[in-house]
């Protein structure tokens, strides 16, 4: 098995490695400090050679105690994953309605790579103060990602740079690679706090005329300081060897994603060109220096400790026959690619409803599998044709948490105008009769879409729904259960997409521990969605079908498999839905909706234009 799945099983087995050589680097740490403690007993007693073994014992557990504490402290914090890193740089969220035309392209190209991808559209953050060229993305997983960018990149980038850019931390995404980042991030302050309090030690006892006694502090507190950075200096070693290898399978991922070996290589050169460069000067660039697109630091010992290789070696493995000189020369200005790019997505058609037609399915199940994760040039220029295609009042509504509810809830209004009707008076008797009648309105946009379109509408939707209050959220969570058992039954699409947006609302990070179930353990759960998929798709009878409370449970306890047997449980589904070689466009939808709650990024399975009209 290769692709997103085994990238995620690669991701996990490192993140257990790097747990291990960080608890190497703490215990050399413990050994050093117990050697300072007995040196700093015996320069206090002149007696005999012997040092209490408790003294060394207590010392080796609080050392460690310090240690482990003051990690899990950082990651805690961290808890809520990429916004709580974005919050911790000092990042500002790009509103979803911004004016901003840089901050406009880059939503953009975001949307565009989420849309192609299969990914929840990531939160966008802009770090206002930062002039050089560098971006990060962060999170637990695909569904709580961020993306951040400096000021610097948005202003000095055309389009095309920019999305190689994006495309780089896209695949830091679906490569498992954050969750990892996240927890260096905490390990790594439990070690540079010993040092910090070998530094206090020092200026608590400095200008003391205690003699000896405060002599010997001092020394203990300089010997502290001096273990912390060297503990420091291996975690780095370590970090940066890591660290270089993901950069190299992220430029290249980037270019897989766009087709366009200019645009990453381009990017490079600008930094290369910049007098500014990569550099981060906030006070958590070193913190965070393994999570930016560039070399966010420099390092006193040169490329040793380097978190990312040479950018020269960078351009030269993803365009090899870049010429620097020639392509500054010839660099197209961004305002001529911006109006051509407008002018083409003004020729595109607007989606409308469509029958749910049988498309010819060429791919075995496991064949079908690679598709989830995958990076695809030709998913992204569909993405940009879906994304002109949709009315732009409807574009203009997702933008805002308010028009982004009423749009959600809009969806799963009934065609019918008595069933609508019904399922509006339920909202009113539920108290929710305002966010009701904007459903209402916005349903006149949001009707004649082809079903292709319900996931992406979802999708634009999310980044202003999560920016809104929690009183908000909730208050959407009930609008839909409302709506959706109005008419006294529950389809599967519609039970899905709800458990979609209780996974994308659910308060708190998700900062948890790895999944690492076995589908056999989970038989029941697999077999209970096996079939709701099997009876939505006509492939068997639906009053054999079990009941939406038992999907409920079976797909919260199969999010908690381990990679590789998630990608058997996607086999099966692929295999349930094509098993008469076609596949409907509902069909695809309701697979990509059911992937997207198992945090398994399925993008558009039908790029066919025809599909949406």
């Given at each position: 098995m290769t692709g997103?799945?085994?990238?995620?099983?690669?991701?996990?087995?490192?993140?257990r490695v790097m747990v291990l050589l960080f608890a190497l680097a703490v215990v050399a740490v413990v050994a050093a400090l117990d050697l300072v403690l007995a040196a700093l007993y015996l320069w206090a007693n002149d007696a005999d050679m012997r040092v209490p073994g408790e003294l060394v014992l207590g010392g080796a557990v609080a050392t460690a105690a310090v240690i482990l504490v003051v990690s899990l402290v950082s990651v805690a914090r961290l808890g809520e994953g990429g916004v709580a890193v974005a919050r911790m740089v000092g990042a500002r969220r790009v509103a979803s309605d911004t004016r901003d035309p840089l901050e406009r392209r880059l939503a953009n190209v975001v949307e565009e790579m989420a849309l192609a991808s299969g990914v929840r559209v990531p939160g966008v953050y802009v770090l206002d103060g930062e002039g050089g060229?560098?971006?990060?993305?962060?999170?637990?997983?695909?569904?709580?990602?961020?993306?951040?960018?400096?000021?610097?990149?948005?202003?000095?980038?055309?389009?095309?740079?920019?999305?190689?850019?994006?495309?780089?931390?896209?695949?830091?995404?679906?490569?498992?690679d954050m969750r990892l980042n996240i927890r260096m991030i905490g390990v790594l302050a439990g070690i540079v706090f010993i040092g910090s309090i070998g530094e206090f030690v020092m200026r608590s006892v400095r200008g003391s005329r205690e003699g000896k006694g405060a002599a010997g502090f001092f020394l203990a507190g300089l010997a502290i300081f001096v273990i912390g950075y060297v503990g420091l200096v291996f975690a780095r070693l370590i970090k940066s060897a890591v660290s270089r290898q993901r950069e190299f399978l992220a430029d290249a991922s980037s270019v897989q994603f766009t087709?366009?070996?200019?645009?990453?290589?381009?990017?490079?050169?600008q930094i290369r060109a910049s007098q500014a460069g990569a550099l981060i000067s906030g006070r958590y660039a070193e913190e965070l220096s393994h999570m930016f697109f560039g070399q966010s630091v420099r390092m006193r010992l040169g490329a040793l400790f380097d978190t990312h290789p040479p950018l020269d070696e960078r351009i030269g493995r993803v365009h090899p026959r870049f010429d620097s000189a020639s392509y500054r020369k010839t660099r197209s200005t961004e305002a001529a690619r911006g109006a051509a790019a407008a002018q083409a997505h003004r020729a595109q058609p607007a989606g409308r409803r469509a029958g749910d037609i049988g498309y010819a399915w060429g791919r075995s199940a496991a064949e079908s599998v690679l598709l989830v994760g995958s990076l695809d040039a030709g998913k992204v220029d569909y993405a940009a044709r879906l994304l002109a295609a949709l009315p732009e009042p409807l574009r203009a509504c997702l933008r805002d948490a308010e028009g982004a509810r009423a749009a959600i809830i809009a969806l799963m209004l009934a065609p019918r105008e008595t069933v609508m009707a019904d399922q509006l008076q339920a909202m009113q008797a539920a108290g929710l009769g305002e966010l009701g009648e904007r459903a209402r309105a916005a349903s006149a946009l949001t009707q004649p879409l082809a079903p292709a379109f319900r996931l992406p509408v979802i999708d634009l939707a999310l980044p202003a729904v999560k920016s809104a209050p929690s009183q908000a959220k909730q208050e959407l969570l009930g609008a839909l259960e409302v709506v959706i058992h109005a008419d006294r039954?529950?389809?599967?699409?519609?039970?899905?997409?709800?458990?979609?947006?209780?996974?994308?609302?659910?308060?708190?990070?998700?900062g948890g521990g790895d999944?690492?179930?076995?589908?056999?353990?989970?038989?029941?759960?697999?077999?209970?969605?096996?079939?709701?998929v099997k009876a939505a798709s006509g492939h068997a009878e639906v009053s054999g079908a079990p009941t939406l409370e038992a999907a409920a449970a079976a797909l919260e306890a199969l999010k908690a498999l381990a990679p590789l047997e998630k990608a058997l449980l996607v086999e099966q589904l692929f295999a349930a839905v094509t098993a008469d070689g076609t596949i409907r466009v509902g069909e695809a939808e309701l697979l990509r909706l059911v992937g997207a709650v198992l945090d398994c990024p399925l993008p558009p399975l039908l790029d066919d234009l025809s599909a949406l009209s």
């Amino acid at each position: 098995m290769t692709g997103f799945f085994e990238h995620q099983r690669l991701a996990r087995r490192n993140s257990r490695v790097m747990v291990l050589l960080f608890a190497l680097a703490v215990v050399a740490v413990v050994a050093a400090l117990d050697l300072v403690l007995a040196a700093l007993y015996l320069w206090a007693n002149d007696a005999d050679m012997r040092v209490p073994g408790e003294l060394v014992l207590g010392g080796a557990v609080a050392t460690a105690a310090v240690i482990l504490v003051v990690s899990l402290v950082s990651v805690a914090r961290l808890g809520e994953g990429g916004v709580a890193v974005a919050r911790m740089v000092g990042a500002r969220r790009v509103a979803s309605d911004t004016r901003d035309p840089l901050e406009r392209r880059l939503a953009n190209v975001v949307e565009e790579m989420a849309l192609a991808s299969g990914v929840r559209v990531p939160g966008v953050y802009v770090l206002d103060g930062e002039g050089g060229i560098n971006a990060f993305a962060a999170g637990w997983d695909v569904s709580s990602a961020v993306v951040a960018v400096t000021r610097g990149t948005l202003e000095s980038l055309t389009r095309d740079e920019l999305q190689g850019v994006i495309g780089h931390e896209f695949s830091h995404i679906l490569n498992g690679d954050m969750r990892l980042n996240i927890r260096m991030i905490g390990v790594l302050a439990g070690i540079v706090f010993i040092g910090s309090i070998g530094e206090f030690v020092m200026r608590s006892v400095r200008g003391s005329r205690e003699g000896k006694g405060a002599a010997g502090f001092f020394l203990a507190g300089l010997a502290i300081f001096v273990i912390g950075y060297v503990g420091l200096v291996f975690a780095r070693l370590i970090k940066s060897a890591v660290s270089r290898q993901r950069e190299f399978l992220a430029d290249a991922s980037s270019v897989q994603f766009t087709r366009n070996p200019e645009g990453i290589a381009g990017a490079l050169d600008q930094i290369r060109a910049s007098q500014a460069g990569a550099l981060i000067s906030g006070r958590y660039a070193e913190e965070l220096s393994h999570m930016f697109f560039g070399q966010s630091v420099r390092m006193r010992l040169g490329a040793l400790f380097d978190t990312h290789p040479p950018l020269d070696e960078r351009i030269g493995r993803v365009h090899p026959r870049f010429d620097s000189a020639s392509y500054r020369k010839t660099r197209s200005t961004e305002a001529a690619r911006g109006a051509a790019a407008a002018q083409a997505h003004r020729a595109q058609p607007a989606g409308r409803r469509a029958g749910d037609i049988g498309y010819a399915w060429g791919r075995s199940a496991a064949e079908s599998v690679l598709l989830v994760g995958s990076l695809d040039a030709g998913k992204v220029d569909y993405a940009a044709r879906l994304l002109a295609a949709l009315p732009e009042p409807l574009r203009a509504c997702l933008r805002d948490a308010e028009g982004a509810r009423a749009a959600i809830i809009a969806l799963m209004l009934a065609p019918r105008e008595t069933v609508m009707a019904d399922q509006l008076q339920a909202m009113q008797a539920a108290g929710l009769g305002e966010l009701g009648e904007r459903a209402r309105a916005a349903s006149a946009l949001t009707q004649p879409l082809a079903p292709a379109f319900r996931l992406p509408v979802i999708d634009l939707a999310l980044p202003a729904v999560k920016s809104a209050p929690s009183q908000a959220k909730q208050e959407l969570l009930g609008a839909l259960e409302v709506v959706i058992h109005a008419d006294r039954r529950v389809s599967l699409h519609e039970f899905v997409v709800l458990s979609l947006l209780r996974h994308q609302l659910a308060p708190g990070g998700k900062g948890g521990g790895d999944a690492n179930r076995k589908i056999s353990r989970l038989k029941t759960e697999a077999a209970t969605l096996l079939t709701l998929v099997k009876a939505a798709s006509g492939h068997a009878e639906v009053s054999g079908a079990p009941t939406l409370e038992a999907a409920a449970a079976a797909l919260e306890a199969l999010k908690a498999l381990a990679p590789l047997e998630k990608a058997l449980l996607v086999e099966q589904l692929f295999a349930a839905v094509t098993a008469d070689g076609t596949i409907r466009v509902g069909e695809a939808e309701l697979l990509r909706l059911v992937g997207a709650v198992l945090d398994c990024p399925l993008p558009p399975l039908l790029d066919d234009l025809s599909a949406l009209s």
